[in-house]
């Protein structure tokens, strides 16, 4: 379990591509207080932390993860959002993150509003069901609040903080972008689809 708000970025320095899934080596500098077999939100997938070599974090990403995230165009020298799970007794900043990505959507719009940055997020029906007005989200594992829902696509507002502490700051239109809908939304909708609702 996460809470979206991120305070590290790694680089990937390595990636190593075989039938069975995919393997990635990060370059962090701070390595959070985290050990070997611990779960790390790495662009807000949950991910089995299998070892740790100075500075260097090394994950394996099974089939079924590759498949339904954007790490099925994973590069070398890519920035990725990095947060180690939450522990007993942490403030829940933003909401509660399972690191476990719903759709992949891209990204169609990056506008100046103020201070922050609008960016606007295309994403299947699926995703967007669940997507509710001033609802939750996490993008890329950072939790961030809906400002503007459509039939095809839905909006977010990035301070200036946010942007410089995330790969935010990097993002072009174009870009893939890993979604995960609030978890009490999709409760409420299996509930009311159970009732025929």
Partial sequence: MF????????????VLKKSEGIRIKICCDDLLDIKEGDSI??????????????????FDIMNETV??????DVKKNEKVNIERSLKLGDTIDGHFVSGHVDCVGTISEIKVDGFAKIITIIA??????????????????????IININDKSFSVSIIPKTLEL????????????????DMFSKYIQKYLENRGL
């Fill in 3 to 14: 809470k979206g708000i991120i305070y590290n970025m790694g680089i990937i320095v390595e």
């Fill in 41 to 58: 939100a790495v662009d807000g997938v949950c991910l089995t932390l299998t070892k740790i070599e100075d500075r260097f974090l090394f």
């Fill in 67 to 72: 498949s339904l995230t954007k790490f099925k």
């Fill in 124 to 145: 299947d029906d699926s995703c967007l069901k669940q997507i509710v007005y001033k609802g939750s989200v996490a993008l890329n594992g950072i939790s961030l609040t």
């Fill in 166 to 181: 995330t790969t935010f700051s990097l993002l072009k239109i174009g870009d893939p972008i890993n979604i995960e809908v």
